[in-house]
């Protein structure tokens, strides 16, 4: 599979140079005198992208507090420096130097594209830094620096598109943000959608600051497809539910995504914009379990009931905070190697969105994914795929016999 990656979001020019401020928990210091484990979380807390990064960070700041709160880590407690990078490349590259020369972190967690991960990777890579990375991806890097605390093609997408076309029709027709991840998991979708004797009636793919949708919508209504998949993403790209709906096209021709919902998409659109959207991701809030439900109410104790939905993407950060922590305390150490070392020994956690298992040939996890249906502002589990192992990345990536293995892959299909 030859997909070129395109540009993601055209760089301003540097407008800030200091770090966003807002640190949790503030301390530098134990009591006892013993320094703070300092971790970064680099995300976007402004600009295009904040709707899925504040939350991610809120997730990130709760699971270091809870672990301050079982006394930290090794007999340290842990201290979040949150950087803004604003929805700009230029801003991760900084930060990411910054957070592994200056402020000297133990750990990087952040990135919510593949491009923005893309550029933290290989500063991270040089200066010997610690990288999760917590947002669902199209898969196949393969980095002995980098973990995966979230879910790629092989785990959603390969369950959602069979599930749709049996249940609506043959005929696919997708829309995708121009970007790396668009334009891998569009030849995903294309893979699946053939493999269960379909037909990819059209691919279209739009760059992220696009907000009218009416020619694509006007395309579709030409081509006749019996569904819809959608890899769109971003503040901007919520206009195309609207304008869908304002056509008179819901209910008339159905859709369906792996990324619909990550930024609390279906809280933001009424219900007869978004009713009966089909929905597969690792985390969903209605998860009917004691672990989840405990969570959900920690999260919203402490950052208001107001919060309108713990999404896909915030579970992805919270977790990839748990599968760092747990190996910190196998390693006993938080010396970068000692970690990775006892991350490939075999970890395994329940976490809300179910059992997470470290696969150490790949450092992506084994995870539950869930299909839903979107239905007034919640979402309706439909069924539970459990233990879903990363085999997309697994096909090109096997960091046991390659372990100086450092690149992205693009997979064969």
């Known amino acids: 599979m030859a997909i070129s990656r395109r540009s993601f979001i055209q760089g301003s020019a540097l407008s800030v140079l200091g770090m966003a401020a807002g640190i949790a928990p503030k301390f530098s ?28 960070s809120d997730a990130i700041n709760l699971a270091a507090e809870e672990i301050n709160a079982a006394g930290g880590l ?89 599930y749709a076309m049996k249940k609506w029709g043959k005929k696919v027709y997708i829309l995708a943000a121009d970007y790396n991840y668009g334009q891998i998991v569009s030849a995903w979708v294309k893979k699946f959608v053939k493999d269960n004797d379909g037909e990819t009636v059209a691919v279209e793919f739009f760059p992220l600051d ?16 019996d569904m819809v998949w959608s890899a769109l993403v971003g503040g901007a790209h919520i206009s195309f539910y609207r304008q869908w709906h304002a056509s008179g096209m819901s209910g008339k021709i159905p859709i369906a995504s792996t990324v619909f919902g990550g930024g609390n998409e279906h809280i933001i659109l009424s219900p007869e914009e978004s009713n009966g959207i089909l929905v597969c991701a690792n985390y969903m809030q209605e998860i009917p379990t004691p672990e989840n439900k405990a969570f959900v109410e920690k999260f919203q104790a402490r950052f208001g009931s107001s919060v309108p939905y713990i999404s896909d993407l915030a579970m992805g950060a919270y977790q990839g905070m748990l599968i760092w922590a747990e190996g ?74 390659n372990p100086r293995d450092n690149k992205q892959y693009q997979i064969e299909l």
Not at 42 to 54: A, E, T, V
Not at 210 to 225: H, R
Not at 354 to 371: E, F, K, R, S, Y
């Open 29 to 56: 210091l134990a009591a006892d005198g013993k320094e703070a484990i300092k971790v970064a979380s680099i995300l976007d807390l402004s600009g295009g992208l904040d709707i899925y990064g504040k939350p991610m």
């Open 210 to 225: 696009v907000t009218d949708f009416g020619a694509a919508i006007s395309k579709i209504q030409s081509a006749k497809p």
């Open 74 to 162: 090794v007999g340290r407690p842990v201290q979040v420096i949150n950087y803004d990078a604003q929805s700009n490349m230029q801003l991760y590259a900084q930060y990411a130097q910054q957070a592994a020369l200056k402020d000297k972190v133990a750990v990087v967690h952040g990135g919510i594209t593949s491009a923005s991960r893309e550029v933290i990777r290989p500063v991270l890579d040089r200066f010997r830094s610690l990288y999760f990375y917590p947002a669902q991806y199209e898969g196949g890097v393969c980095d002995r620096n980098y973990f995966s605390s979230a879910s790629t093609p092989a785990q959603t997408v390969e369950k959602l598109v069979p």
């Open 328 to 401: 910190v305390r196998k390693a006993g150490d938080i010396d970068r190697m000692k970690v990775i070392g006892a991350l490939e020994s075999g970890i395994s956690l329940t976490s809300p969105s179910g059992q997470l298992i470290v696969d150490p040939a790949t450092h992506h996890c084994t995870l539950d994914v869930h299909i839903a249906e979107v239905e007034n502002h919640q979402m309706k589990i439909l069924e539970t795929f459990t233990h879903q192992a990363p085999v997309d990345t697994a096909m090109v990536c096997d960091l046991k016999k």
